[in-house]
């Protein structure tokens, strides 16, 4: 005889119908509800906002300081389109809550240069056409900024030969290594690769690859 309230598994097995989450639902408009009080030092500049506590750094940038140069590739860690520099370390805005950066310096790709006053990497990327669509650029010049100030301080990558070495060679393995974080859906790599050897032959570290408010590198 049937169970008209019943399902059942694949093994036959009768299982009572699922019941509504009738009180799910206003918990959770009341949840969406909250807010909470965020002050973000963004290019060197304080900057309040009432947030979802919820607000991914990445959001609270691209949709609440209107700072879109940051982009969403993944949304998941998985793309690098979305690196912003924290404390001059790189960082995926993405997975990160806002609300856990407020005594943390951040910056953009909008605070390391402007039109008509590039930072070296920006113009290095320029000179070298190391880019197609542009989606990955600034989260390949923040990396690579960050990338520089790692290897000036010495960190070494899966890629060094010599762990115990501070003096790390920025070879063509290294570098590929320590930039694999970033995609570029446009394969512009040989070019966003010499951009960078650009500015890091002329000694352009992280300091001012990172343009006018960044703290320079790791710390
Ligand atoms: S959007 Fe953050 S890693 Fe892809
Ligand atoms: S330039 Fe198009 S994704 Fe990199």
Redesign the pocket.
Known sequence: MSEPDADRTRDGAVQPAATQPVAAQPAAAQLSAITVNVTLNVNGQARRLDLDPRTSL?DALREHLRLSGT?????????????VLVNGRRV????TLAVMRQDDEIVTIEGMGRPGDLGPLQAAFVERDGFQCGYCTPGQICSAAGMLAEVEAGWPSHATADVSSTRIELTDEELRERMSGNICRCAAYPNIAAAIRDVAAHGDGAARGAGHTARGGPR
């Open positions: 990445l982009k969403k590739g993944c949304d998941h860690g998985q793309c690098g389109a979305c690196t995926n805005s993405c997975l």
